[in-house]
Structure formats: structure tokens, C-alpha cells
Nanobody, 116 residues
Framework: VQLVESGGDLVKPGGSLRLSCAAS????????MSWYRQAPGKERELVAD????????NYAGFVKGRFAISRDNVKNMVYLQMNSLRPDDTAVYYC??????????WGQGTQVTVSS
């Protein structure tokens, strides 16, 4: 399993970013995918997840209405569109899935910094 995130950057409050995750090494179209984040000094937390077919999405309360998760099962990609970014969105963002028999897998993360 390989997950490679990209798209993190420094952005001003109110700005937008689109994170991407390239997945390989497993049957992507059969796997639910998730985005997590971890801010300095805090535990890693779930941001959003999406079912294998993309028909059902779920969001943490702190991002509802601002972030959107999507996927492309042809390109083996999952995305996180982030709008109306706030300073407390600053974190390392991770692409993830839970897959047997290995358990939860993580990418290396991509840094998002929201600051004026």
C-alpha cells in the first residue's frame, strides 16, 4: 500500500487549497478512503471519509460546509477541497485507509498552514 499526499501550502485565512492523494498497491475502487489531520501538540483527528464508490461522504463537524472529499476511481486519486480556511485548520493532513490484513495505513502527510 502506498499513499502519497500533495497540495499542502501556506495560505491566508479565507483561502482555499486542494489536497490530492495518489494511491497504489491495493484495489482502490474497493476501498473507503479518509483524510485525517494532526495539529502541533494535538492528536490526529478524522476530517472526512468517502465510500469506495464515492456515493457517501462523512465530515467532522469542524469542516462541514467548508471542505469536500471526492475521489477518482480511474486515476486512483482522492481529493480534499478546502475552502474558507482558518488558522485552526493548520495541520499536517494525511490520506488513510483501513485495509485487511495490514490495518490502518497512512501517507507521509502534507503540511497546510493558514496564516496571514
Amino acid at each position: 500500500v502506498q499513499l502519497v499526499e500533495s497540495g499542502g501550502d501556506l495560505v491566508k485565512p479565507g483561502g482555499s487549497l486542494r489536497l490530492s492523494c495518489a494511491a497504489s498497491g491495493f484495489t482502490f475502487s474497493s476501498a473507503a478512503m479518509s483524510w485525517y489531520r494532526q495539529a502541533p501538540g494535538k492528536e490526529r483527528e478524522l476530517v472526512a471519509d468517502i465510500t469506495s464508490g464515492g456515493g457517501i461522504t462523512n465530515y467532522a463537524g469542524f469542516v462541514k460546509g467548508r471542505f469536500a472529499i471526492s475521489r477518482d476511481n480511474v486515476k486512483n486519486m482522492v481529493y480534499l477541497q478546502m475552502n474558507s480556511l482558518r488558522p485552526d485548520d493548520t495541520a499536517v493532513y494525511y490520506c488513510s485507509l483501513d485495509i485487511a490484513p495490514w490495518g490502518r495505513q497512512w501517507g507521509q502527510g502534507t503540511q497546510v498552514t493558514v496564516s496571514s
